[in-house]
């Protein structure tokens, strides 16, 4: 019974969704690393901001495929520095499924808080503010 339900949620949709992603982002975020391990804080600050003030002046509600690697290779350095955890590919994935709308599952200790800043960041970018109201 486990095995079918097993094999139903790694079915082979989940599977070219991870793969999709993985090929659309995760090429372009590992290239980018080198070059953003080598910014400076300030200059870190002053893309992501100039970045954030291009959407908003223009009214965009949907980062560029380049963004969305670019963001999330300057957030991996960004951890790294600030609390010495680098996102693994799995939770690069998993954070831009979640930017996507999507249910990600992710194991215990597999890093499901350091992934969930991904569409954090994503959704900064954008102005994007929740709606969540809090008691």
């Known amino acids: 019974m486990f095995e079918k339900i097993n ?3 790694s079915s082979k949709k989940n599977s070219n969704l991870i793969k999709e992603i993985s090929d659309k982002y995760l090429n372009n ?3 980018l690393e080198a070059d953003i391990s080598n910014l400076p804080k300030e200059e870190m600050t002053h893309k ?3 970045l954030k003030q291009n959407y908003i002046s223009n009214q965009k509600d949907e980062l560029s495929d380049e963004d969305i690697s670019f963001v999330c290779a300057l957030l991996r350095e960004v951890s790294k520095r600030t609390i010495e955890l680098r996102h693994y590919d799995s ?4 954070g831009i499924a979640l ?3 999507f249910v990600a599952e992710m194991k215990t200790g597999e890093g499901k808080t350091l992934a969930a800043t991904i569409p954090i960041i994503l959704n900064y970018v954008l102005n994007k503010k ?3 109201n809090y008691c």
């Open 91 to 94: 939770q690069i994935i998993g």
């Open 99 to 101: 930017y996507h709308g």
């Open 29 to 31: 975020i590992n290239q």
């Open 7 to 9: 094999n139903f949620f």
């Open 48 to 50: 992501i901001e100039n």
């Open 130 to 132: 929740s709606s969540f």
